[in-house]
């Protein structure tokens, strides 16, 4: 092949051509399968009959019917960039170093996923075409629970939902910590991307102790105290002895994560959830501001989800009973819809969590403060019923809810693509960011539904991009218009802390050319053939 990569060759072949490069088997726009760029076919062939041997028949998966559940992704993709040539599903970690001795062997490139439900960033899609799934669903099992310490060691197919019915059905005093769509996602995978929640225990990666990580060669790496013989603390002490692994195998290619260690929120005594509704698009900076010491003292000890009118709205509602033109949802038509749905321009989520002690004497604190820049604090009293504070209440319990799907339903044939810059928390920052994202989206014509996600002193601002990913049209402009926000916005140094498959590259670049290198050194060492997931996160 040329210099040029799969990804440029196809950009170059155009959004109506058909790219047959060196192991394709047909155009991408056809939807068929996309071979790996340097395999031949008959090697792929050859490669995919000794996965059977295996992992059995019926768990290879490569041709054009049994595939398709695995091209499916809510982001714009019109070149058939991020298309796979199939899956194979292994069920035990030595399955899973068997398939990596045949991707070394031929050199088949693999897309390691734990439930593939990765939304807004790309699903099971690989960050390039001609990749094989590593479907790590069927390793589902949960290995150990310890109910005195609170610690769980699991499998990458373990989904929110299956931990949580195991919690419940053995009545165990613990609260799981979800992402928004908790019950068919992977602990693990959400962990690796680090993900966030809404309970104290938000961090997941921070939470998380102790990883198995099967490297490309077929080693298997235990990290921190596992790799100790007759240990007892794997999934009590993160640290261990010596160079703190675990954070190499987050984010990266450099090896298959088979199990993680999690620790989980003691149930509380109380819990009492709140929310803050602001009238104004402007009042963001006054409640990031009110919320940061908080953070830092902990006096709100979950992470604070300040939620847009439109993010919210969109959960249950199709952008045609709001506003059927096909210019942007105009702010005032916006703030009357959602004053009728019980809503503010902001809905600023948070909870209090102890002894009836603790809750009232730091509750009216926290009221005095956020009363101050002018919005209304709520409870359940006042709220009881409303769908939007009932799902948050919910996720700030680390209970179970698929809500925020609505959000790919949004516009005609459904599609979403997010973007998650990271700022100080401050008010400044939020003040701008929201500008310049309602300027760029505008621009594209595309309505802004943003969150932000306040932390101890960092805020992510959770941009969800929505869009008919039936209309080639509008898929060609959500492209373009994401591709401006992830570089105006790093122009400005806020970078976004994850990404989806499709702009993994461009966010990249804006880390440094050394961080890079750094990571290309890294990846040459552990995976010399380049076999696990290649360009994961710009990583080749």
């Excluded at 769980?152 to 005093?173: K, M, S």
């Excluded at 989800?305 to 045609?320: E, P, V």
Aim: charged share 20%; with cysteine; proline share 6%.
């Amino acid at each position: 092949m040329s210099g040029l990569s799969r990804r440029d060759m196809l950009r170059s072949a155009g959004a109506g051509g058909a790219l047959l490069a060196s192991g394709a088997v047909a155009s991408p726009l056809g939807g068929t399968r996309m071979l790996p760029p340097e395999l031949p076919r008959d090697r792929f062939a050859a490669a995919v009959g000794e996965l059977r041997a295996i992992v059995g028949e019926e768990w290879v998966f490569a041709d054009e019917a049994t595939t398709i559940s695995y091209k499916k992704s809510f982001i714009p993709d019109l070149r058939g960039e991020h298309v796979p040539s199939g899956a194979v599903a292994p069920r035990s970690v030595d399955e899973v170093q068997a398939i990596l001795k045949v991707a070394n062997t031929y050199k088949l490139p693999l897309w390691p996923v734990s439930t593939g439900h990765n939304m807004g960033y790309g699903m099971a899609t690989p960050a390039s075409s001609g990749q094989m799934i590593l479907d790590l669903k069927r390793m589902n099992r949960i290995l150990e629970f310890d109910a005195d310490l609170g610690t769980v060691l699991v499998e990458p197919g373990v989904t929110y939902q299956q931990l949580n019915d195991y919690i419940e059905e053995n009545d165990l005093p613990f609260w799981l910590d979800v992402p928004t769509v908790g019950p068919i996602v992977s602990l693990v995978g959400n962990t690796l991307e680090r993900g966030v929640g809404y309970t104290p225990y938000g961090d997941h990666f921070f939470m998380q102790c102790g990883m198995e990580v099967c490297l490309a060669d077929g080693t298997l790496l235990k990290t921190g105290m596992g790799s100790v013989r007759n240990s007892n603390t794997w999934q009590a002490f993160k640290w261990g002895y010596g160079p703190y692994l675990d954070g190499i195998f987050t984010q990266s290619n450099f090896g298959v994560v088979t199990k993680l260690g999690m620790w989980l929120m003691p149930r509380p005594p109380v819990y009492k959830p709140f929310v803050v509704r602001s009238a104004n698009l402007e009042d963001v900076a006054k409640v990031t501001d009110a919320i940061r010491p908080f953070r830092m003292n902990n006096l709100i000890p979950n992470g604070v989800l300040m939620m847009g009118a439109l993010y919210q709205l969109a959960m249950f509602h199709r952008r045609h009973e709001i506003w059927e033109e096909d210019t942007p949802i105009p702010d005032e038509v916006l703030k009357a819809f959602a004053a009728k749905n019980g809503l503010g321009m902001w809905n600023t989520y948070f909870a209090l969590y102890g002894t009836e002690e603790i809750i009232a004497a730091t509750e009216p604190i926290l009221r005095s403060a956020f009363a101050a820049t002018g919005g209304e604090v709520l409870t359940e009293a006042e709220m009881a019923g409303n769908p939007w504070f009932e799902h948050h209440r919910t996720l700030m319990r680390g209970g179970m809810t698929l809500e925020e799907i609505g959000l790919v339903r949004w516009r005609g044939a459904g599609g979403a693509v997010a973007f998650a810059p990271v700022a100080p928390a401050k008010g400044a920052e939020t003040f701008g960011q929201t500008a310049l994202a309602k300027e760029i989206m505008e621009k594209w014509g595309f309505d802004y539904a943003p969150a932000y996600a306040v932390g101890g002193r960092e805020l992510h601002h959770i941009i969800f991009l929505m869009f008919d990913k039936g209309s080639d049209e509008e898929s060609a402009r959500a492209e373009q218009c994401m591709e401006e926000m992830v570089t105006r916005f790093g122009e400005k140094g806020w970078c976004a802390y994850r990404s989806s498959v499709s702009t993994m590259d461009l966010v990249a670049q804006q880390y440094g050319a050394e961080n890079r290198d750094v990571n290309a050194r890294l990846k040459q060492a552990l995976d010399p053939n380049h076999i696990i997931a290649p360009g994961k996160q710009g990583i080749a």
